[in-house]
């Protein structure tokens, strides 16, 4: 196992690699400058009917108010499977991208109840969140089934947005690098690029309790992270997204974000309401001070 305390110059070596290449928040994670850009994903979960749609709409206005503002950012809302479609049509060519909460690893077949990532791709999604802790915890997903996933994500042309992160017992034993390297190592496919894959640290005892890390805590647990991607993917962990998850709102955005090797955030219940989704994303480009809820 590695050691995550020496971080120093391996770090500098994997922050400088070779530029990327590509397009767009799925195909593209680098700004014109050469930057990872920054990406703000909302995450609905089982909440939303039609009438959640005039909260996106709140959103997309505020954004296409400020048109130049989209130069190191991107924005995504990941609504309920049977909003999918229809959020597409709403945003029309807002720069809003909308993907999937999950995904069966097969195309198609005799599996009731489930959605493929070929279903979201043809729906309007560019991207798709697989192995998020409420699907591993409540529907006892393991790394090798999260692993599928996002490889049914890649095969269909989407961007698995793959979710690791320790629960409370595991963070008190200790044991949080060495369960996040773990999940690390058992979910990212074969082929993970920069272009197609985002990781997303949520530390479990963080989501929905509105406790949140330390700064501290979260600049270690991401150096660790991008330690172990370097493992897996060698230089292409230069150009992977690494995203904070946990409880994240407008109060906290700012200082969690702003912290080395935090790329962007995936929210939660601050994504239901534009003014709180705004102010998170107001942490990168400043969008509107008023925004009506």
Same mark, same amino acid.
């Given at each position: 196992?590695?050691?995550?305390?020496?971080?120093?110059?391996?770090?500098?070596?994997?922050?400088?690699?070779?530029?990327p290449e590509g397009e767009h928040v799925s195909e593209q994670s680098t700004s014109g400058s050469g930057q990872l850009r920054h990406i703000v994903i909302g995450n609905w979960k089982m909440n939303g009917?039609?009438? =959640?749609? $005039? #909260? %996106?709409l709140k959103v997309k206005d505020a954004l296409d108010a400020r048109p130049g503002r989209r130069a190191n950012t991107d924005v995504m809302i990941c609504p309920p499977s049977t909003?999918?479609?229809v959020l597409k049509e709403v945003l029309k060519d807002a720069a809003i991208a909308v993907g999937g909460q999950d995904c069966h690893p097969a195309a198609s077949g005799a599996?009731?109840?489930?959605?493929?990532?070929?279903?979201?791709?043809d729906a309007g999604a560019s991207a798709v969140i697989v192995g998020h802790s409420e699907r591993?915890?409540?529907?006892?997903?393991?790394?090798?089934?999260?692993? =599928?996933? $996002? #490889? %049914?994500a890649h095969r269909s042309g989407l961007t698995?947005?793959?979710c690791?992160?320790?629960t409370?017992?595991?963070?008190?034993?200790?044991?949080?690098?060495?369960?996040?390297?773990?999940?690390?190592?058992?979910?990212?496919?074969?082929?993970?690029?920069?272009?197609?894959?985002?990781?997303?640290?949520?530390?479990?005892?963080?989501?929905?309790?509105?406790l949140t890390p330390t700064p501290a805590d979260v600049a270690a647990v991401h150096a660790a992270i991008l330690m172990v991607l370097s493992g897996c993917v060698g230089e292409e962990s230069a150009r992977m997204r690494i995203l904070y998850g946990g409880s994240v709102k407008p109060s906290n955005a700012r200082e969690l974000l702003a912290l080395p090797n935090v790329h962007g955030a995936l929210v939660g219940g601050a994504s239901l309401t534009a003014a709180d989704f705004l102010g998170i994303i107001n942490t990168y480009d400043p969008v509107s001070d008023l925004v009506s809820s």
């Open positions: 196992m590695q050691d995550f305390a020496q971080t120093g110059s391996k770090l500098k070596e994997i922050e400088t690699g070779p530029e009917i039609k009438p =959640a749609l $005039a #909260e %996106a909003l999918a479609m599996h009731t109840g489930d959605i493929s990532a070929e279903m979201l791709k591993r915890m409540n529907h006892s997903e393991r790394d090798r089934d999260v692993k =599928a996933k $996002a #490889e %049914a698995a947005i793959v690791v992160g320790e409370a017992g595991e963070r008190a034993a200790g044991l949080t690098h060495t369960v996040v390297q773990r999940q690390i190592e058992g979910s990212l496919p074969k082929g993970a690029t920069g272009a197609n894959t985002i990781l997303a640290y949520e530390p479990v005892w963080a989501i929905g309790t509105g």
